[in-house]
Nanobody, 123 residues
């Protein structure tokens, strides 16, 4: 059974930093690209960042460019989202997802999703 479990969410003041993690099990982690999404109340889910299987290619949404980074440790089956210079508008549930097909010419089609972790940025 595939499981993606996020952790590390919480409450942080504006301007602060937070790192959330996603631990994967039940799949060959190094075969999947990984993405982080977020969804705020009343808003559509937003793709925030993604990283390819080997960790040498990333996508970062314009809304978080220069503040968020994604990394992965294939030995630990874990992907990380480092969030710096947080703003109140970054408040959302952050979820990770696993994808088999993403390449520079092929969009991702996520196969598995985690339950999410709440990140709240206070002003």
């Amino acid at each position: 059974q595939v499981r993606l479990v996020e952790s590390g969410g919480g409450v942080v003041q504006a301007g602060g930093s937070l790192r959330v993690s996603c631990a994967a099990s039940g799949l060959t982690f190094s075969s999947y690209s990984m993405g982080w999404f977020r969804q705020a109340p009343g808003k559509d889910r937003e793709s925030v960042v993604r990283i390819n299987k080997s960790g040498d290619t990333t996508y970062i949404a314009d809304s978080v460019k220069g503040r968020f980074t994604i990394s992965r440790d294939n030995a630990k089956n874990t992907v990380y989202l480092q969030m710096n210079s947080l703003k109140p508008e970054d408040t959302a549930v952050y979820s990770c997802a696993a994808d088999l097909v993403w390449t520079l010419t092929n969009p991702p089609r996520y196969n598995y999703w985690g339950q999410g972790t709440q990140v709240t940025v206070s002003s």
